[in-house]
């Protein structure tokens, strides 16, 4: 049981946003993808999450995507995407409650407010979600998310989450929380692929790593294998260094390590 795309392809009218990706990712396992701006991380995403057209074949636990029923893909993987909008003033709770119908847990009332405790969240159940900070809507929304596939493995199947850019709005303290979500998700049979942009989170928590550059493939590996001075250079157009402190005594903020 896996998540393959197979030669992935994205077409925004003349621009090719994505040139034949390949990526299997297993369960157990964070699969990040990384890559400069504009380089195809989050289209690769939608194509892989159906939420976009795209040419090649994606399958998930061995269907193809392109034959399931929207349904059958609630079921088995929940989506995080990078911003959220609600057009309507749903309390908390309520916004925790979509991804849980959209799941299998719906008859497990306590589901949604576990899901809100896990990410920090259990104070904030009966606010408006208008009344949150971006940080705060993002952990919401992945609280969403958790409830919707909250046991990682169902019926001898693992289940997925598909993640945008989790950390973007958030702390170091939060990034790190998060990630720790990930990572246990991951420890408990589920899979996590997660478009990512912090390198360093990304060597700490990735099992694997995809880098893109303008709509391919440069490098898949572990985080030792791709996440070099050369790929890196080769990918964002500038010099980098990997594990060398920057010059003249400025600071270079390392997470090493945290707790759930």
Known sequence: MSLVATDIHVSYGRRRAVRGVTLDAAPGEVTAIVGPNGSGKSTLLGAMTAA????????????????????????????????????????????????????????????????????????????????LSGGEAQRVMLARVLAQVWTPVENGQPRWLLLDEPVSSLDIAHQLQVMEIARGFARAGGGV??????????ALYAHRVAVLSEGRRLAFGTPAAVLTDSILSQAYGCSLRVSAPPPSGVPYILPHAASA
């Open 193 to 202: 692929i997660a478009v990512m942009h912090d390198l360093n989170l990304t």
């Open 52 to 131: 976009s057209a795209y040419r090649g074949t994606v399958r998930l636990n061995d269907r193809n995507i392109a034959e399931m029923k929207p349904w059958e893909l609630a079921a088995q993987r929940a989506v995080l995407p990078q911003a959220s909008r609600l057009a309507f003033p749903f309390t908390v709770i309520e916004v925790v409650r979509l991804g849980q119908q959209a799941g299998t847990a719906g008859q497990h009332a306590e589901v949604a407010l576990a899901a809100l405790t896990r990410v920090g969240l259990a104070d904030y159940a009966d606010r408006t979600f208008q009344e």
